[in-house]
């Protein structure tokens, strides 16, 4: 018995395989991520194809001629529209940076409590908090738009950022995140005469580094494809998703450029999360929904 | 840990006098009032734009509305027309339903296969696998990709390809066709679905115990679909609970990829969602208490649905 036990843990990875089911797994593997991975390289593919590529027949996948035409054109655009493309690119930034920031810092102080102490109300909070988990926004969409024009807030940026700093999943993932945090460690900072607040700061946020990172990923790459919905109708405030609707409005002839805009739009959100994969699959470690 | 222990024995000692409750309740939150001023920021957004609207919203269901008139009690009237009355509503309810039934269980499942593979690999083509199949949710609003694909000309990448390989001579309007509308919504919903549960599942695989396992092993489990069965998912239950409220969710809420592919509202209403059928009236027609009244209704749809699923979910394992 006791060497059969050590034969097992010597090769703990081959416990329980069997070769041809493994190699069946990986196929189907392969052959999904395939189906995932095709169109978005077909996406990129073709912000490099020269015009009279991208309406060959039959229709080529990979670029013959790659070539940057599409971005010059793009540069062109941005100088001679009506409202410059860089002016949509930077209302996209304005409102991806303050919501994403704004919605980690928000979420942060409100989850150090309900993660780690009990008073009046803290349960009942955090379960109305995963109960919001339960259905999507639509649902709150018509109060939501009565709630924008009483307070004056249609047609402003507000209107897109204000809603999205209260998103409940980056409020759940961080308090199960800050759960972790030893006790001890605040009961140090606590008789060394911290106050809450710096505790808050000092000590709870450099410790959930991950965590924001993870809601970075979450919040990002929804307000970064935001299409102003229906609260903007300024064409100075309205976003790069917009723009790309608009260009591709535009017909056979703009094709090549809103190949371009689609890569920049598709890019971004892609880059930040192979810069922060790590700390994301750390925090999601924590996700688990408790019963 | 320590002062949270003497602070739940507290109200037990002074519990005898119940005109106290108030005094320990008052003093308890006095007391507590850097954390209520932390978390007043976000609670404030939080109610005024999901809680409240919540309750705003159902109230709403039992008038009439029109944004100009003052709102008119119709009791349960809005209902009444809602599954009485309204064809398309059925329509956009069986559209949901079907939708719901195929991407919800069929996504969250391809969530958890692909995790459990990748689970399997070097940790470098983990992190590779895991960005694949993770990428399409982060580009979510590039689905217009598909658009090019199941294009109706022959220059739509589907069609070009089954022409050229002979399957057909006439190009598929894919998108305006009621026979395929639904079907192509389906399959990009799936494409998009891979997202943070899948990232759940990636994680909660890494941190089952391994010694439990080796353990299995020892104790008679012979292949991987036992250790799945028997070990890997009971341990990982907090994570399927959290898989599955943000897959039925999504599953439930399909809108925006059957705008972005099938028009709104689309060819004789065949990718008619509860959802578009909301937009319909609350942003087009203007009757907020109609419109409420379908958003209530998806409310509760999700709601039961979430609650109904995690009930299922304790069974595993057992």
Same mark, same amino acid.
């Given at each position: 018995m006791v060497i059969k036990k050590i034969a097992v843990l010597r090769v703990p990875h081959k416990l329980n395989r069997s070769f041809s089911v493994s190699f069946l797994l990986f196929l189907l593997l392969a052959l999904f991520g395939a189906f995932m991975a095709l169109p978005l390289l077909y996406a990129v593919n073709n912000a490099f194809k020269p015009l009279d590529e991208l309406f060959i #027949? @039959? @229709?080529?996948? #990979?670029? *013959? *001629? @790659?070539?940057m035409d599409n971005f010059y054109d793009l540069v062109a655009l941005m100088g001679n529209s009506w409202v410059p493309l860089s002016r949509y690119i930077g209302n996209t930034l304005l409102i991806t940076v303050i919501g994403t920031a704004g919605h980690i810092l928000l979420a942060s102080a409100a989850a150090y409590p309900l993660a780690k102490y009990q008073f009046p109300g803290s349960k009942a909070l955090f379960s109305i908090v995963v109960l919001s988990?339960?259905?999507?926004?639509h649902v709150t969409a018509i109060p939501n738009y009565m709630v924008m024009s009483w307070l004056g807030w249609i047609n402003t940026h507000a209107s897109i950022i204000v809603p999205s700093l209260a998103f409940s999943l980056g409020l759940f993932l961080m308090k199960q995140f800050m759960?972790?945090?030893?006790?001890a460690l605040l009961e140090a900072a606590k008789i060394d005469g911290a106050n809450e607040y710096r505790i808050f700061w000092n000590i709870v946020m450099p410790n959930v580094k991950p965590a924001w990172l993870t809601l970075m990923i979450l919040q990002f790459p929804a307000l970064w494809g935001t299409d102003g919905g229906n609260f903007i109708y300024s064409e100075k405030l309205k976003t790069l998703h917009y723009a790309l609707g608009q260009i591709t409005a535009g017909g056979i002839a703009r094709a090549g450029v809103g190949a371009a805009v689609a890569l920049l739009l598709m890019v971004v959100p892609i880059a930040l999360f192979i810069i922060s994969q790590s700390s994301v699959m750390q925090t999601m470690a924590t996700s688990g929904l408790k019963e | 840990m320590q002062a949270e222990t003497t602070r739940q024995a507290m109200p037990n000692l002074i519990r005898p006098e119940k005109k106290s409750r108030w005094a320990t309740l008052r003093r308890e939150v006095t007391k507590n009032k850097h954390y209520y001023i932390l978390m007043s920021p976000y609670m404030l957004i939080f109610f005024t734009f999901t809680v409240i609207p919540v309750v705003f919203s159902m109230a709403l269901s039992f008038f009439y509305f029109n944004m100009l008139e003052f709102p008119r009690f119709v009791g349960w009237q809005n209902y009444a027309r809602l599954f009485l009355n309204d064809d398309i509503f059925m329509m956009a309810l069986q559209n949901t339903f079907m939708f719901a039934v195929i991407t919800g269980p069929v996504s969250y499942i391809a969530c958890f296969i692909f995790a459990w593979i990748i689970n399997e690999l070097s940790p470098k083509v983990r992190a590779l696998m895991t960005l694949i199949f993770y990428a399409p949710s982060l580009s979510?609003?590039?689905?217009?990709i598909w658009l090019i694909v199941f294009?109706?000309?022959?220059?739509?990448y589907l069609n070009g390809f089954l022409i050229k390989f002979g399957f057909m001579l006439e190009p598929i309007q894919w998108l305006t066709d009621e026979k395929y509308i639904l079907a192509i919504v389906i399959i990009v919903q799936l494409w998009l679905s891979l997202g943070t549960s899948f990232l759940a599942f990636i994680a909660g695989l890494q941190n089952v115990d391994k010694s439990m396992i080796e353990a299995g092993a020892v104790d008679g489990i012979k292949n991987r679909w036992q250790e799945l069965w028997f070990i890997i998912l009971p341990s990982m239950r907090p994570q399927l609970m959290f898989g599955a409220v943000i897959q039925i969710t999504g599953a439930l809420a399909v809108a925006d990829i059957s705008i972005a592919l099938a028009g709104f509202p689309s060819v004789n209403y065949a990718a008619h969602t509860i959802v578009t059928h909301l937009m319909d009236y609350?942003?087009?027609?203007?009757e907020m208490g109609y419109a409420s009244a379908i958003a209530t209704i998806l409310f509760g749809i999700m709601i039961g649905t979430n609650k109904l699923t995690q009930k299922l979910l304790r069974k595993v394992g057992e």
């Amino acid at each position: 018995m006791v060497i059969k036990k050590i034969a097992v843990l010597r090769v703990p990875h081959k416990l329980n395989r069997s070769f041809s089911v493994s190699f069946l797994l990986f196929l189907l593997l392969a052959l999904f991520g395939a189906f995932m991975a095709l169109p978005l390289l077909y996406a990129v593919n073709n912000a490099f194809k020269p015009l009279d590529e991208l309406f060959i #027949f @039959p @229709p080529r996948f #990979f670029v *013959n *001629n @790659p070539t940057m035409d599409n971005f010059y054109d793009l540069v062109a655009l941005m100088g001679n529209s009506w409202v410059p493309l860089s002016r949509y690119i930077g209302n996209t930034l304005l409102i991806t940076v303050i919501g994403t920031a704004g919605h980690i810092l928000l979420a942060s102080a409100a989850a150090y409590p309900l993660a780690k102490y009990q008073f009046p109300g803290s349960k009942a909070l955090f379960s109305i908090v995963v109960l919001s988990l339960m259905f999507s926004g639509h649902v709150t969409a018509i109060p939501n738009y009565m709630v924008m024009s009483w307070l004056g807030w249609i047609n402003t940026h507000a209107s897109i950022i204000v809603p999205s700093l209260a998103f409940s999943l980056g409020l759940f993932l961080m308090k199960q995140f800050m759960e972790q945090i030893p006790n001890a460690l605040l009961e140090a900072a606590k008789i060394d005469g911290a106050n809450e607040y710096r505790i808050f700061w000092n000590i709870v946020m450099p410790n959930v580094k991950p965590a924001w990172l993870t809601l970075m990923i979450l919040q990002f790459p929804a307000l970064w494809g935001t299409d102003g919905g229906n609260f903007i109708y300024s064409e100075k405030l309205k976003t790069l998703h917009y723009a790309l609707g608009q260009i591709t409005a535009g017909g056979i002839a703009r094709a090549g450029v809103g190949a371009a805009v689609a890569l920049l739009l598709m890019v971004v959100p892609i880059a930040l999360f192979i810069i922060s994969q790590s700390s994301v699959m750390q925090t999601m470690a924590t996700s688990g929904l408790k019963e | 840990m320590q002062a949270e222990t003497t602070r739940q024995a507290m109200p037990n000692l002074i519990r005898p006098e119940k005109k106290s409750r108030w005094a320990t309740l008052r003093r308890e939150v006095t007391k507590n009032k850097h954390y209520y001023i932390l978390m007043s920021p976000y609670m404030l957004i939080f109610f005024t734009f999901t809680v409240i609207p919540v309750v705003f919203s159902m109230a709403l269901s039992f008038f009439y509305f029109n944004m100009l008139e003052f709102p008119r009690f119709v009791g349960w009237q809005n209902y009444a027309r809602l599954f009485l009355n309204d064809d398309i509503f059925m329509m956009a309810l069986q559209n949901t339903f079907m939708f719901a039934v195929i991407t919800g269980p069929v996504s969250y499942i391809a969530c958890f296969i692909f995790a459990w593979i990748i689970n399997e690999l070097s940790p470098k083509v983990r992190a590779l696998m895991t960005l694949i199949f993770y990428a399409p949710s982060l580009s979510g609003n590039v689905f217009f990709i598909w658009l090019i694909v199941f294009s109706g000309d022959r220059y739509g990448y589907l069609n070009g390809f089954l022409i050229k390989f002979g399957f057909m001579l006439e190009p598929i309007q894919w998108l305006t066709d009621e026979k395929y509308i639904l079907a192509i919504v389906i399959i990009v919903q799936l494409w998009l679905s891979l997202g943070t549960s899948f990232l759940a599942f990636i994680a909660g695989l890494q941190n089952v115990d391994k010694s439990m396992i080796e353990a299995g092993a020892v104790d008679g489990i012979k292949n991987r679909w036992q250790e799945l069965w028997f070990i890997i998912l009971p341990s990982m239950r907090p994570q399927l609970m959290f898989g599955a409220v943000i897959q039925i969710t999504g599953a439930l809420a399909v809108a925006d990829i059957s705008i972005a592919l099938a028009g709104f509202p689309s060819v004789n209403y065949a990718a008619h969602t509860i959802v578009t059928h909301l937009m319909d009236y609350g942003t087009i027609r203007f009757e907020m208490g109609y419109a409420s009244a379908i958003a209530t209704i998806l409310f509760g749809i999700m709601i039961g649905t979430n609650k109904l699923t995690q009930k299922l979910l304790r069974k595993v394992g057992e």
